[in-house]
């Protein structure tokens, strides 16, 4: 048992110094440089993608779709019947509730003989109108999502071919597997780093569209209870007009 054990470690030690003198530590540097051109598109793949991740924590936020401040004061002007105060109120506020706003308000001030539905109707599509960009933003980090791993697949095959292609040149040759190692070793680290970006950029794609979602229902909640109000004081003109007009039979009576 002593003398197996002996042998064992002997070996293990042997094949570790071996290892370490044939197989030398790279860095991540050397990494780099061994997938060769094609990290080049992948880096910018990466760049990018942390680029859409902080652009999206910092934008797709409540605040820039429908904030409270803005809901109370609109609440109260709409139940004054303040049209152009509301107005003047969504031309300072930057929100995507108050551009439905604006965009209504716009219209019933341009055409005041519109009816309640056809401006129930510009404010649904100028709604869907912002949803639907809301959407499409964060589309970009789902495109890297597929493209790096894509290009990963390019670099594999570009490494393939170097290898055989270098193993044709030198038929023969004693150094054809470390030859055939460096194709191989491009195409493993290309196909590695095309998979790494896409994981991550799909995984804050999922992330961010579970969000613009969230923030979709908080819209459509608040243009709702705008469209509601504006209802509300948009009925009250004919019950005013006609209280001030007397009836028919009263001015018989006169």
Request: proline share 3%; with cysteine; glycine share 8%.
């Amino acid at each position: 048992m002593k003398t197996s054990a002996c042998v064992l470690a002997a070996l293990t030690t042997s094949s570790s110094v071996y290892a370490q003198d044939v197989i030398p530590s790279k860095s991540l540097f050397d990494l780099i440089q061994t997938g060769g051109w094609v990290m080049i598109p992948l880096g910018f793949a990466s760049v990018l993608t942390v680029m859409l991740v902080l652009i999206y924590l910092v934008t797709l936020r409540r605040g820039a779709v429908v904030s409270r401040e803005y809901m109370e004061t609109a609440a109260a002007l709409l139940k004054k019947r303040d049209y152009l105060g509301l107005l003047a109120v969504s031309n300072r506020h930057n929100e995507a509730v108050a551009r439905i706003a604006r965009r209504m308000l716009d219209f019933t001030t341009t055409n005041p003989g519109a009816s309640l539905e056809v401006v129930r109707e510009v404010a649904e599509t100028e709604g869907g109108r912002v949803a639907n960009a809301l959407n499409h933003r964060i589309f970009y980090l789902a495109d890297v999502g597929m493209l790096a791993p894509m290009l990963g697949l390019l670099g594999t095959v570009v490494g393939i071919i170097r290898s055989f292609g270098e193993l044709g040149k030198k038929a023969g040759d004693a150094s054809q597997p470390i030859l055939l190692a460096q194709g191989v070793g491009q195409a493993l680290v290309t196909t590695a780093a095309g998979i790494l970006i896409g994981i991550v950029a799909m995984a804050f794609y999922a992330f961010f569209r579970g969000r613009v979602q969230s923030l979709i229902s908080d819209l459509e909640a608040a243009s709702t209870h705008l469209l509601s109000l504006f209802a509300m004081s948009f009925d009250k003109k004919p019950r005013e007009s006609a209280r001030r007009r007397p009836s028919a039979d009263e001015d018989d009576e006169y």
